[in-house]
């Protein structure tokens, strides 16, 4: 029963993980924008759920690149190996001339994600919450733009199905660490339910430094609604008051954080923590306590981390969300296998 419950885990966290790309893309705007109701090529979504649900790409774009493919001439390189007897060839004519005057290449929007990244997003205290964040340029790939977390890096982020396939990975290791962790207690279907909106959120908030009302508030309400359900089943392990008054200390705390130094957290992260607190207190105040200190922790070490490298200074923007879910993951984790032994 044991390994057929973290198979049955990891199948749904594949299964959710796959779904979650899309709705990332969609939300990963700023605060002024509306969501992405289309794929960058213009193709609306459709689909389940007003195509929220579904892959990262629309499915006339996936078909698009066998039958680009198909159509495109052999590239220069090919062309020049194919002289005669190691002869070159004459250049192929790439439009270069008609670009020409400075501009870059990889058309406006990158030069706008560049500015983005290298100005804006630097520059700006670091916060992951409802305010508005780095813009992630209009002409971004499905994967939602450039990651924020490479400041002033020139390496392209991942493929849309890429993309997919790792937050796929990423989800299933989530839900069978927690299924093998906490066993056949009925709180493991509220973590399962849970996690895909957790991945969800951690994308959104690293590609635009956002956490929107959409998700954390309904993340907060989900969560102690489950639990009080959960709390009423034989074998259940926590405490539903304690999960209550978790997410109030825990959202207090973060309250108090934003009240005293705005500039270096959103109010995002302040709802999101009422939802975490929910969940952690379930096991009690050391767990909420390990969560939310592992939160800082693990945020502290990359921002340490990133400076070391040169790569960010005390000013650089960074999402805290991310961490945050991960501190409250090692909790969950830690308290579930305390309970087990």
Same mark, same amino acid.
Request: with cysteine; net charge neutral.
């Given at each position: 029963?044991?390994? *057929?419950?973290?198979?049955?885990?990891?199948?749904?966290?594949?299964? *959710?993980?796959?779904?979650?790309?899309?709705?990332?893309?969609?939300?990963?705007?700023?605060?002024?924008?509306?969501?992405?109701?289309?794929?960058?090529?213009?193709?609306?979504?459709?689909?389940?759920?007003?195509?929220?649900?579904?892959?990262?790409?629309?499915?006339?774009?996936?078909?698009?690149?066998?039958?680009?493919?198909?159509?495109? +001439?052999?590239?220069?390189?090919?062309?020049?190996?194919?002289? +005669?007897?190691?002869?070159?060839?004459? +250049?192929?004519?790439?439009?270069?001339?008609?670009?020409?005057?400075?501009?870059?290449?990889?058309?406006?929007?990158?030069?706008?994600?560049?500015? *983005?990244?290298?100005?804006?997003?630097?520059?700006?205290?670091?916060?992951?919450?409802?305010?508005?964040?780095?813009? +992630?340029?209009?002409?971004?790939?499905?994967?939602?733009?450039?990651?924020?977390?490479?400041?002033?890096?020139?390496?392209?982020?991942?493929?849309?199905?890429?993309?997919?396939?790792?937050?796929?990975?990423?989800?299933?290791?989530?839900?069978?660490?927690?299924?093998?962790?906490?066993?056949?207690?009925?709180?493991?279907?509220?973590?399962?339910?849970?996690?895909?909106?957790?991945?969800?959120?951690?994308?959104?908030? %690293?590609?635009?430094?956002?956490?929107?009302?959409?998700?954390?508030?309904?993340?907060?309400?989900?969560?102690? %609604?489950?639990?009080?359900?959960?709390?009423?089943?034989?074998?259940?392990?926590?405490?539903?008051?304690?999960?209550?008054?978790?997410?109030?200390?825990?959202?207090?705390?973060?309250?108090?954080?934003?009240?005293?130094?705005?500039?270096?957290?959103?109010?995002?992260?302040?709802?999101?923590?009422?939802?975490?607190?929910?969940?952690?207190?379930?096991?009690?105040?050391?767990?909420?306590? %390990?969560?939310?200190?592992?939160?800082?922790?693990?945020?502290?070490?990359?921002?340490?981390?990133?400076?070391?490298?040169?790569?960010?200074?005390?000013?650089?923007?960074?999402?805290?969300?991310?961490?945050?879910? *991960?501190?409250?993951?090692?909790?969950?984790?830690?308290?579930?296998?305390?309970?087990?032994?």
């Amino acid at each position: 029963m044991y390994v *057929t419950l973290i198979a049955v885990a990891a199948l749904w966290g594949i299964a *959710t993980g796959l779904l979650v790309p899309r709705a990332a893309y969609r939300l990963s705007v700023a605060a002024s924008e509306p969501w992405r109701d289309s794929c960058p090529a213009g193709h609306p979504f459709t689909g389940p759920w007003r195509g929220w649900l579904g892959g990262p790409r629309c499915r006339a774009c996936a078909a698009a690149p066998s039958a680009t493919a198909a159509a495109t +001439p052999p590239s220069s390189r090919d062309r020049h190996r194919a002289g +005669p007897r190691g002869e070159p060839a004459a +250049p192929a004519d790439t439009g270069i001339e008609a670009s020409t005057g400075g501009s870059n290449p990889a058309g406006p929007h990158s030069a706008t994600a560049q500015e *983005t990244e290298t100005g804006t997003a630097r520059q700006a205290p670091a916060h992951s919450g409802s305010e508005p964040g780095p813009d +992630p340029g209009a002409g971004a790939g499905a994967d939602g733009g450039a990651e924020q977390l490479s400041q002033g890096s020139a390496s392209q982020p991942p493929s849309p199905r890429a993309t997919a396939l790792i937050t796929a990975l990423v989800t299933m290791l989530t839900c069978v660490a927690l299924a093998a962790a906490t066993g056949q207690r009925p709180e493991l279907a509220v973590w399962l339910l849970l996690t895909p909106f957790a991945v969800l959120l951690a994308l959104v908030d %690293v590609r635009v430094h956002r956490l929107p009302d959409q998700l954390t508030l309904p993340l907060a309400f989900a969560a102690a %609604v489950l639990l009080g359900l959960a709390g009423l089943l034989p074998g259940a392990a926590g405490s539903w008051p304690k999960a209550l008054l978790g997410g109030v200390a825990l959202g207090a705390v973060y309250c108090l954080l934003f009240v005293i130094h705005p500039e270096g957290m959103g109010f995002g992260d302040v709802k999101l923590a009422l939802g975490l607190g929910v969940l952690l207190g379930w096991y009690g105040w050391g767990v909420l306590f %390990v969560g939310a200190f592992a939160g800082f922790l693990f945020g502290s070490l990359y921002g340490f981390g990133l400076m070391a490298l040169g790569r960010a200074n005390r000013k650089s923007a960074i999402p805290f969300g991310p961490f945050m879910i *991960t501190g409250a993951l090692s909790g969950l984790l830690l308290g579930a296998l305390g309970l087990s032994n």
